[in-house]
């Protein structure tokens, strides 16, 4: 399961990291990360967007066997972001 897998402790542990030195601070608990947070949150629609992010890079990753990590994760998103 998404939540299970020791990859995802990391990614969303440096992903928390990196919200937090912007200033934006999310507790979340389990079911949170499988259904999304509520929409009363402050930034639940951006953290929402970024799990989703999490989960299609997770699975793009283990497709095409490379090694997920956060660098890479923030990679693909600027990238996303420079072609959209």
Same mark, same amino acid.
């Given at each position: +399961? &998404?939540?299970?897998?020791?990859?995802?402790?990391? /990614? !969303? =542990? *440096? !992903?928390?990291?990196? !919200?937090? *030195?912007k200033n934006i601070n999310i507790d979340y608990i389990k079911r949170?990360? +499988? &259904?999304? !947070? =509520? =929409? *009363? =949150?402050? %930034?639940?629609? +951006?953290?929402? %967007? /970024?799990i989703i992010l999490m989960k299609y890079f997770l699975y793009t990753m283990k497709i095409i066997k490379i090694p997920p990590t956060f660098q890479r994760f923030f990679e693909m998103q600027v990238v996303f972001l420079k072609y959209k």
């Open positions: +399961m &998404f939540w299970d897998y020791h990859i995802t402790q990391y /990614l !969303l =542990s *440096n !992903l928390n990291i990196f !919200l937090a *030195n949170d990360i +499988m &259904f999304g !947070l =509520s =929409s *009363n =949150s402050p %930034y639940s629609c +951006m953290y929402n %967007y /970024l």
